[in-house]
């Protein structure tokens, strides 16, 4: 499994991004979404079960960020509504097979991280 993250960019704070990673190969994963921000440790952000009927965001996202997939396009979404500064971070998707985590040392697969700078 090959994973491809984009979607990131430059944005104010309060404002929007969703980012995209597609899946090449087999695609039936559970998904996660981690993040870092430098100096700081990885982070979890959400999670999603192969489905997309289960997800589970951070407490720290809860209620700005929304993840979602579409099996069809092989690809899973992290919506990120009203950012905040401290959002800013490489965002990283992953996947594993057996189940939802927030670990991400029990993921299998990563993909290569896209930059998100949120602004004051």
């Known amino acids: 499994v090959q994973l491809q993250a984009s979607g990131g960019g430059l944005v104010q704070a309060g404002g929007s991004l969703r980012l995209s990673c597609a899946a090449s190969?087999?695609?039936?994963?559970?998904m996660g979404w981690f993040r870092q921000a430098p100096g700081k440790e990885r982070e979890f952000v959400a999670a999603?079960?192969?489905?997309?009927?289960?997800?589970y965001p951070s407490d720290s996202v809860k209620g700005r960020f929304t993840i979602s997939r579409d099996n069809a396009r092989n690809t899973v979404y992290l919506q990120m509504n009203s950012l905040k500064p401290e959002d800013t971070a490489v965002y990283y998707c992953?996947?594993?097979?057996?189940?939802?985590?927030?670990?991400?040392?029990?993921?299998?697969?990563w993909g290569q991280g896209t930059l998100v700078t949120v602004s004051s």
């Open positions: 992953a996947a594993r097979s057996l189940a939802l985590s927030t670990r991400g040392s029990l993921y299998d697969y």
């Open positions: 190969g087999r695609s039936i994963y559970f």
């Open positions: 999603i079960s192969p489905s997309g009927g289960t997800t």
